[in-house]
């Protein structure tokens, strides 16, 4: 099924093939037209079969033009592949943990190299939930042209097949579980690398505050030199149609289950500002050119994806109840929504 459009799907068909039985695939196929040929859309599983076993998603590529994502994505995935032959520790986590791979989500803009699905739907503004207060001009998703960037797509039509499908296999694979994360790989925002949680649509904390400020309190006690900014969304931006709040609020009905969906954000202008020739490549903004920066990028987020992956396997043994967790909300609104709040 080797595909000759892409090189991103090519590599994940490479490491799929490599993986062999250890891995399972499926794939639905977008149809031809608009420009592009019909082209899949690949989910990757393996681990745990247990239905009740925490479970990690990755994700990239959802915009087009963020191909770093999806190399990230594919880095790591290819990582866990090539240790299967040897690496015992990694195979008694992945009989406690599942592992879910989506890399290449919008293989139509990847090929165009826009943005936006080749129907010019901006996939992350996609989904059905507005924001609940004012969102940026445009860029918090627009009804008023395709033409323009930060399309939602009409009011009332069914999602785009790409976040279809996202979706579905999203509940799925993750959602009704214990405990599961996901981590879907962007570029293109600001100086700092940043781990957003929900919410894009509104202001006020998410229902799982104490779960998620556990996690990243781990991830910060066990990588005490690592650079990124955990915020949630809404202190960046708000906007319409996030398909990870969309996901979040759909696993808040399952009481009893914890999702977590977490969004890398690579800080891409610092790729700029050491090359700033990258503001006249189309492909440049979002995505570091030259060769050893983009192996160092790669390297730099390895470890949070390994993080997830252990994490959830661990969940048990750090998810906060009781009193610890109304310490960990307690600590969460005043880092985030304290007047006090000192967030770098
Ligand atoms: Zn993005």
């Not at 149809?31 to 076993?53: K, S």
């Not at 009332?156 to 694979?173: D, F, Q």
Request: proline letters at 8%; glycine letters at 8%.
């Amino acid at each position: 099924m080797a595909h000759k459009h892409l090189p991103e799907i090519e590599q994940l068909e490479r490491i799929v093939a490599l993986g062999g039985a250890a891995l399972r695939c499926e794939t639905r196929w977008l149809p031809e037209g608009l420009g592009v040929p019909a082209l899949p859309l690949h989910l990757v599983t393996l681990g745990a079969t247990d239905p009740q076993a925490p479970a990690v998603g990755y994700f990239g590529g959802v915009h087009g033009l963020e191909r770093i994502g999806t190399d990230v994505v594919l880095a790591w995935l290819h990582s866990v592949v090539a240790r299967l032959s040897w690496d015992t520790a990694l195979h008694q986590q992945l009989e406690r943990v599942r592992l879910v791979f989506v890399p290449v989500v919008n293989p139509g803009g990847m090929l165009r190299g826009t943005r936006a699905n080749p129907r010019d739907v901006d996939l992350m503004r996609n989904a059905p939930v507005d924001a609940l207060e004012p969102v940026p001009w445009l860029a918090g998703g627009q009804r008023l042209s395709r033409r323009l960037p930060w399309y939602r797509g009409s009011a009332g039509a069914p999602m785009e097949a790409e976040s279809a499908a996202l979706c579905a296999w999203v509940e799925r694979e993750l959602h009704g579980r214990p405990f599961s994360l996901a981590l879907d790989c962007h570029s293109g925002f600001g100086m700092r690398d940043r781990v957003w949680f929900p919410f894009a649509c509104r202001r006020d904390p998410m229902p799982h505050l104490a779960q998620v400020h556990a996690l990243q309190a781990i991830f910060e006690a066990s990588n005490s030199h690592h650079a990124y900014v955990f915020e949630p969304q809404s202190r960046q931006y708000l906007a319409h149609g996030d398909l990870w709040d969309h996901l979040y609020l759909r696993a808040c009905e399952r009481p009893g289950t914890v999702f977590l969906p977490l969004t890398l954000e690579m800080g891409s202008w610092l790729w700029v500002k050491k090359n700033p020739r990258q503001l006249f490549s189309r492909s440049g903004i979002f995505n570091p050119q030259i060769a050893h920066r983009h192996r160092r990028v790669l390297r730099r987020h390895l470890p949070l994806l390994d993080f997830a992956m252990r994490a959830a396997a661990a969940s048990p043994s750090w998810l906060p109840t009781g009193d610890a967790a109304d310490r960990h909300r307690q600590a969460a609104l005043a880092r985030w929504w304290g007047a006090g709040g000192t967030e770098a």
